[in-house]
């Protein structure tokens, strides 16, 4: 039986992807709780195929504990926050790109051979000419979060070339689902909780992004991760569907019944300092590893929202 490490696997998409992986593999999940939470990852408490580490992938005691007998390591510990990484960029080294680092160089020390890398495909090619755009784009990364994703992944490729640590780096479109706490469709929720009469839009609207719902992001990682070839390889991971940021205030509007919800844009171009306008990921290379959706990126938003509706409590008008 294979052998696995999850970093960030009590966060939103690492917790999805231990209940994938632990149907065939023993895992081990190595998080600080900074954002993920253990209850992501209970009903695998008693199972003797699981280990949590409660650590920091910038430890390296943590990671040397968590990395023994692995053979391969799902990476997707990260400060994941665009808005964050811009007002703390050293924090946002630390953990994005240090951290990683001391992740990979355990590997080194320790003789394990894959990685399979959560990268972000929103961020590393910034604001791209070619749409849509594929992997061989050079990146050009407008946000801090962005710029350590494509650090981190060239040393993906220096270290595959000096010692043979063969890796995926999925470059993910934007995920939704349940036991996401961040991101668009949350916002506005919370927003819509807080006062259900009014929807804050950041931006003018006309954003327009690549989706993916979280259960098609974890099958293309197990296939990426299953089909891994010699050496470093980039890979576009959405579903090839976008929606504009518009088209999401309408669809979570609509979900909570609160269609009478005024909207109002804040008018900028842009939500945010390093927010990437437009992005279409180009998934051709994805497909040819046999991958193919299997939830249309709206039935993907209402699903969350419902989730979002079960686990906090719905929005109320106020009387
Ligand atoms: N959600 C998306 O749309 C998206 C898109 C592109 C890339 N990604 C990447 O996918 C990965 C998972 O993202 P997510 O949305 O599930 O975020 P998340 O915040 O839910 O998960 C990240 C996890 O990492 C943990 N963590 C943070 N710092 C740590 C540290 N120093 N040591 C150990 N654990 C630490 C957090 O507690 C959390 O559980 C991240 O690398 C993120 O950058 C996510």
Redesign the pocket.
């Known amino acids: 039986m294979q052998r696995v490490l999850v ?10 992807l231990v209940d994938r992986l632990i149907q065939d593999c023993e895992v081990t999940a ?8 253990m209850e ?1 990852l209970d009903r695998h408490k008693t199972s003797r195929q699981f280990r949590f580490v409660k ?5 390296g005691d ?1 990671v040397e504990t968590s990395m023994a007998g692995v053979d391969t390591v799902y ?7 665009v808005r964050v990484s811009a007002e703390q960029p050293i924090n946002d080294f ?3 790109v240090v ?1 990683s680092m001391n992740l990979l160089d355990c590997m080194r020390r320790l003789d394990i051979k894959r990685m399979v ?7 590393v090619y910034g604001e791209a000419k070619t749409l849509p755009t594929p992997e061989s784009t050079v990146l050009r990364p407008i946000s801090n ?1 962005g710029a350590a ?1 494509a650090a981190f992944e060239m040393y993906l490729s220096s270290y595959s070339e000096l010692y043979g640590i063969n890796s995926v780096s ?7 689902g349940p ?5 668009v469709i949350y916002d506005f929720y919370t927003k819509l909780k807080q006062n259900p009469t009014r929807l804050e839009v950041l931006g003018n609207g006309t954003q327009e992004k690549s989706y ?1 719902y ?1 259960s098609d ?1 974890v099958e293309a990682t197990i296939i990426l991760g299953q089909q891994m070839r010699q050496g470093y390889l980039p890979v576009n991971v959405g579903s090839g569907e976008r929606l504009t940021v518009s088209r999401i205030a309408e669809l979570t509007k609509e979900e909570l019944k609160v269609m009478d919800a005024r909207t109002e844009y804040s008018g900028s171009r842009s939500g945010w300092a390093g927010d990437v306008v437009m992005t279409n990921m180009d998934i051709r290379l994805l497909r040819s590893f046999g991958w193919k959706p299997r939830v249309h990126i709206e039935d993907g938003v209402r699903q969350y929202i419902r989730w979002l509706v079960e686990r906090f409590g719905p929005v109320k008008k106020k009387p």
């Not at 990476?75 to 926050?81: V, W």
């Not at 890398?117 to 961020?123: D, I, L, M, N, W």
């Open positions: 970093t960030g696997g009590a966060g939103f998409i690492g917790s999805h190595l998080d600080n709780l900074s954002e993920g939470l992501n650590g920091s992938i910038t430890s943590d990476h997707f510990a990260a400060q994941p926050d630390e953990t994005n951290g890398f959560a990268s972000s495909g929103g961020t979060y994703k999925v470059r993910f479109a934007n995920i939704i036991r996401s706490t961040h991101g993916m979280v992001a």
